[in-house]
């Protein structure tokens, strides 16, 4: 399985932001820590991850032939500006590493087979995820791997706020599997009234 690779590596300003965070870090370790007090170091901590990460950009290598069965299995089509997706496939939860990297690859094999079609537009993504259960929380499932995927394969320009707003839905369809509806922003209305039943 391939790694990401570094494209631009900020050595500078990587090394600083480093040391700000060891300080800061050493500084709160000094001090008995309240409730308020854990927030604010995770919160902290968020905020020079973030930093330190966009010191880093990546890349991902066009997906080998020999690794294309290593993805789920997807069907796609593209009418009235809207491209639809279903996968096959559990959206893993947040923070752990569940079919994560297939989730990924898959994506960014779908990317590379509409690649540019919203190359430097603004879209929206809408979500639908099932999983066959009742009680479930949607918001602990980890859309990034979509994204990236969708990035990796150049379908999209890049899944910050500038070019990506989402909706997410998920249902008990008796299966495991992700509907994705994508379109430039200003179609906002056809894609949230879109019934995703009536698709795959």
Same mark, same amino acid.
């Given at each position: 399985?391939?790694?990401?690779?570094?494209?631009?590596?900020?050595?500078?300003? *990587?090394?600083?932001?480093?040391?700000?965070?060891?300080?800061?870090?050493?500084?709160?370790?000094?001090? +008995?820590?309240?409730?308020?007090? %854990?927030?604010?170091?995770?919160?902290?901590?968020?905020?020079?991850?973030?930093?330190?990460?966009?010191?880093?950009?990546?890349?991902?290598?066009?997906?080998?032939?020999?690794?294309?069965?290593?993805?789920?299995? &997807?069907?796609?089509?593209?009418?009235?500006?809207?491209?639809?997706?279903?996968? =096959?496939?559990?959206?893993?939860?947040? #923070?752990?590493? &569940?079919?994560?990297?297939?989730?990924?690859?898959?994506?960014?094999?779908?990317?590379?087979?509409?690649?540019?079609?919203?190359?430097?537009?603004?879209?929206?993504?809408?979500?639908?995820?099932?999983?066959? #259960?009742?009680?479930? +929380? %949607?918001?602990?499932?980890?859309? #990034?791997?979509? *994204?990236?995927?969708?990035? =990796?394969?150049?379908?999209?320009? +890049? +899944?910050?706020?500038? !070019?990506?707003? &989402?909706?997410?839905?998920?249902?008990?369809?008796?299966?495991?599997?992700?509907?994705?509806?994508?379109?430039?922003?200003?179609?906002?209305?056809?894609?949230?009234?879109?019934?995703?039943?009536? =698709? !795959?």
């Amino acid at each position: 399985m391939r790694e990401r690779e570094i494209t631009v590596y900020d050595k500078k300003n *990587f090394k600083k932001k480093l040391i700000e965070f060891v300080n800061v870090a050493r500084e709160y370790m000094k001090n +008995d820590l309240s409730n308020d007090n %854990i927030y604010k170091v995770l919160y902290t901590t968020e905020l020079f991850r973030n930093s330190i990460y966009k010191c880093v950009k990546f890349k991902m290598p066009t997906i080998p032939e020999d690794t294309k069965e290593e993805i789920s299995k &997807y069907e796609t089509e593209y009418s009235d500006g809207i491209l639809k997706i279903k996968i =096959y496939e559990l959206l893993p939860p947040v #923070r752990t590493p &569940y079919n994560n990297r297939r989730l990924e690859k898959t994506c960014q094999t779908i990317a590379e087979k509409y690649k540019g079609l919203f190359e430097n537009k603004e879209v929206i993504i809408r979500v639908q995820v099932s999983m066959p #259960r009742d009680n479930w +929380d %949607i918001d602990n499932r980890d859309l #990034r791997y979509i *994204f990236n995927g969708f990035v =990796y394969g150049k379908l999209i320009t +890049d +899944d910050n706020i500038k !070019f990506v707003s &989402y909706m997410l839905e998920g249902i008990n369809d008796g299966e495991n599997y992700i509907k994705i509806f994508i379109s430039e922003k200003s179609n906002i209305k056809n894609v949230s009234i879109l019934n995703p039943e009536n =698709y !795959f």
